[in-house]
């Protein structure tokens, strides 16, 4: 069965670091998003990615946030300067078109641990 | 508005048993109600989802029922089993491509 393949599993960083969290979306997949999971808590979508450009983001998607598909291949999401709150599990997702109830499917996560 | 509520946060059973994992929202704009069912360590994955234009879905041992006037929805797990202990996430969405998730159940079936 295909899979949204995130990379890495764990990353830590110091406070004030850059980091890029790399996911490969479903080949034939043209909607990206990123969702991130602050431990114990729910799901929160970050942004959604469809021909090259952001189609939606939420309020916690600030300028401190960017993400970019390099090739044809990768999905990146970068966070410029990470605080100690940025600490938590950020997952890719990928569907085929841009409604949810079309083969909606998220990866597993990359655990951001910000120190 | 935007704000899906989920209830309750732990649930344990013994197996065989019946969970039943509630919902509510408040934006009738919802338009489709997915499920996930998310283990340690992995990211989630679709269980099973509603439309608002059916009171009740049904897949292997998974049902959710759905109140539309109430807004509120539940997934009920027939015979539970050990395998099924994970967190569960109601979730909604409202015409666009952004998921809006529940704050999950951690659900802990017993042998």
């Known amino acids: 069965e295909p899979e949204v393949t995130q990379t890495p599993s764990h990353q830590v960083t110091q406070m004030g670091q850059e980091v890029i969290l790399r996911c490969v979306p479903i080949s034939n997949h043209l909607y990206f998003y990123w969702y991130r999971q602050i431990l114990g808590q729910k799901v929160e979508f970050l942004v959604s990615f469809y021909n090259n450009e952001i189609s939606e983001k939420s309020e916690i998607f600030d300028d401190q946030f960017s993400v970019e598909r390099p090739d044809g291949s990768n999905f990146t999401l970068k966070i410029r300067s990470t605080k100690l709150e940025d600490s938590a599990m950020y997952f890719c997702?990928?569907?085929?078109?841009?409604?949810?109830?079309?083969?909606?499917?998220f990866g597993s996560g990359t655990r951001l641990t910000v120190v | 508005q935007q704000q899906v509520k989920q209830s309750p946060q732990s649930l344990i059973v013994q197996k065989g048993g019946i969970p039943i994992i509630n919902c509510a929202y408040e934006?009738?704009?919802?338009?489709?109600f997915p499920w996930y069912q998310q283990f340690p360590g992995k990211g989630p994955a679709l269980l099973i989802a509603?439309?608002?234009?059916?009171s009740e879905k049904k897949e292997g041992r998974f049902t959710i029922s759905f109140n539309k006037s109430a807004k509120q929805l539940s997934l009920h797990i027939m015979d539970s089993q050990p395998g099924d202990s994970a967190t569960y996430f109601c979730a909604a969405v409202n015409a666009g491509t952004a998921l809006i998730f529940g704050k999950g159940t951690t659900l802990s079936v017993s042998s």
């Open positions: 934006n009738t704009a919802f338009d489709y």
């Open positions: 509603i439309r608002p234009d059916v």
């Open positions: 997702a990928s569907s085929e078109s841009g409604q949810v109830n079309y083969g909606y499917t």
